[in-house]
Each structure stands twice: as C-alpha cells, then as structure tokens.
C-alpha cells in the first residue's frame, strides 16, 4: 500500500461522526528528508500523552549521522523546538470530532496529528547531547516517529503570551457557565427576580 493510500485509509484512527475526509491530491507538492527518529517509551496510540505538555518521559532525538555535525553549538540551550512527522496518522481528514468536543472543528482549527502534512512540532527541554543522540523531555508521539527538524527555541520570538484560540475559550466559558448552574436573579420569579419591588 502506497503511503497515499495508507493516508486515505485513516491507518487505524477511523473517522467518527461528523468528521469529513477528502481525496488527497495524486502526487506531492515537495520533497523532505528525515534527520533521524524519535525514541519514545510509547508504541500504541493510546499510550501516548494527549499533548507535550503532559509528558515528563525522557525522550531521545536519535540524529543520522549524515546530519549530526547539525548539532553543533547547541549544548547550552535549555530549549528546543522539534519538528516530526506524525507518520500513522490519517491525511484526509478535514473536519475532526474531538472525544471531548461537542461539534466538529477543521482540522486547521486543531492540534491534532491527522491532517494532510502531519508535521507535528513540541517545544522541549534539552537535558543533554551526546553524539547524534539529543535527550529531551516533553514530547507526545509513538516511539520511531520520522524526525524533521531541530531548532533552538528562542523566548524573545517563539513565545506570545497574548496569543488566543477562540474555541477554547468559549468551550472554557460554557463549562464554567454549566458548573455554576443558573443565576436565581433570572429564575426566582417576581418574588426574588430583579423586578421585585
């Protein structure tokens, strides 16, 4: 099976309802290379951490040896953004039902790995380099996932503390408008409502 195929098949993940899938072109727009593979603790889906954020496992970046003069002068930075290449997940997919999502949202709108070009990226913690091999921690994929790039990750252009994502917002806001149950002001009636004399 051609990796067009296996992209179209879902590899497993299976769209839910409400989710839409496309036709994906019959040839691709660019070539790239992998630099190496990522080494995790985890081999199934359902192992892996549902984002970075959540994983403190030690993780290495094992680097080809054709690209590890790449890795010079790094030692010293505390952080990195990794790039890597979701490569079981499905690519057709446009629209997405997330398990905890009451609707919807396009691919473009989320982090998930299927999407036409799964190119995933974390930012990491490096904790040491030796050789090709670069250990880090704060990564969320399958163990053997193709490595694309490594870059320095710079505070003083990487980060947007301003930065928003409307959806999660408003999901936010309705989870906290339903634990607050409804406000007695508009239910009481006129014996405690806002137009009782």
């Known amino acids: 099976m051609s990796e067009a195929d296996a992209g179209n098949s879902g590899a497993g ?19 790239l290379y992998f630099v190496g593979r990522v080494r995790t603790p985890w ?22 040896p054709r690209f590890a003069p790449a890795l ?5 930075t505390t952080h990195l953004l990794v790039l890597y290449w979701m490569d079981r997940a499905p690519r057709n997919l446009v629209a997405q039902q997330p398990r905890h999502a009451p609707e919807p949202r396009g691919t473009f709108a989320l982090r998930s790995p299927a999407r036409p ?19 880090v921690r704060g990564l969320d994929c399958l163990d053997g996932t193709p490595l ?50």
């Open 117 to 135: 070009n799964p190119i995933a990226v974390s930012v990491v913690e490096l904790l040491g380099i030796a050789g090709g091999q670069v250990r």
């Open 13 to 31: 993940f299976g769209p839910r309802p409400g989710e839409e899938a496309v036709a994906l072109p019959a040839a691709y727009d660019a070539g």
């Open 148 to 197: 694309l790039d490594i870059k320095p990750y710079f505070a003083s252009t990487d980060a947007r503390p301003e930065a928003r994502v409307g959806w999660r917002e408003a999901d936010a806001a309705r989870v906290a408008d339903a634990a607050r149950g409804p406000d007695p002001s508009e239910v009481s009636g006129p014996a405690g409502g806002r137009d009782a004399p």
């Open 72 to 76: 010079r002068r790094l030692d010293g």
């Open 43 to 64: 081999t199934r889906r359902e192992e892996c951490p549902r984002n970075s954020a959540q994983s403190d496992a030690v993780c290495t970046l094992e680097v080809e």
